[in-house]
């Protein structure tokens, strides 16, 4: 089980891989791995969301 937003983001990328289709989200994830060391939680946070959204317009479930 993943505890950590680190962990999360890892599996999700994990998860969507190299798939063309996924790539803007794949740039959201690292973006928000980014803010986790650099930034502030409100970049964490709209990175992640970012991502989410690019990730359902691509394959919505």
Do not use: F, K, N
Not at 43 to 56: G, S, T
């Amino acid at each position: 089980m993943t505890t950590t937003i680190e962990g999360a983001v890892a599996v999700a990328m994990d998860a969507i891989g190299d798939d063309p289709d996924y790539a803007a989200a794949r740039d959201a994830l690292a973006e928000a791995s980014t803010a986790l060391v650099s930034g502030t939680t409100a970049e964490v946070q709209w990175y992640l969301e970012r991502a989410l959204h690019l990730i359902d317009d691509t394959c919505p479930i």
